[in-house]
């Protein structure tokens, strides 16, 4: 051995414990799992997310789901590049290159319309895009979702929900149940026992990797 390294296993260090990611359970169709979004979130639990092959309807609402961000970026996104286009059209005819058309006004904003519409749409879909993939995240090589048990059914055949711990905090790795008694956190065990009432094919632990 080395002089300055620590063997932890032989010396007898305990290794730290793993970072609980959640409570995956898989289900066979859209039925169960819009169910099981649905029961558990009567339950208390919030902190939950769906992994189907397709788009199932209903189960954003099952979840909680409410899109607010995404709609507002674009809109930010579509009012800045209205002002980009028609801003760019008056410097451009007014202030930088300005030609005289037959006597007619520099200035004549009806003929702005077409560009300024376009940037509109341009800056708004690009603000969407954008903003789709970083609040979700993405990319995204790895998530701890993936070291599930038939994960890889989730783009074909199967749907999983996922009731995830804590990340941060004093309360990091417990589960928050928000129900008429007020917030509580509770350990794997409750919320395995919950999904496993909720007829699903499996019901795993995952955990994060170091």
Aim: glycine share 10%.
């Amino acid at each position: 051995m080395a002089h300055g390294v620590i063997d932890e296993a032989a010396a007898g260090i305990p290794e730290a414990p793993p970072e609980l990611h959640g409570v995956i359970a898989e289900y066979a169709d859209a039925e169960h799992v819009i169910a099981a979004a649905a029961k558990a979130r009567r339950a208390g639990y919030r902190r939950m997310d769906a992994y189907s092959p397709f788009p199932v309807e209903g189960l954003d609402t099952a979840l909680g789901f409410r899109d607010t961000l995404v709609p507002l970026i674009m809109l930010v996104g579509g009012a800045c590049g209205a002002l980009f286009g028609f801003g760019f059209l008056y410097y451009c005819m007014v202030v930088s290159y300005p030609l005289n058309v037959g006597g007619q006004p520099l200035y004549g904003w009806p003929t702005y319309i077409p560009i300024t519409f376009e940037c509109t749409v341009l800056f708004s879909a690009l603000s969407g895009a954008i903003g789709m993939f970083m609040l979700n995240g993405l990319p995204q090589p790895y998530h701890p979702v993936f070291d599930a048990p038939n994960f890889d059914r989730a783009t074909s055949s199967s749907f999983f929900l996922c009731i995830e711990a804590e990340p941060e905090g004093r309360n990091k790795g417990l589960f928050e149940i928000r129900d008429e008694d007020g917030v509580r956190y509770v350990g794997p065990a409750e919320p395995e026992r919950f999904l496993t009432e909720t007829e699903p094919v499996r019901v795993s632990v995952i955990e994060r990797r170091k």
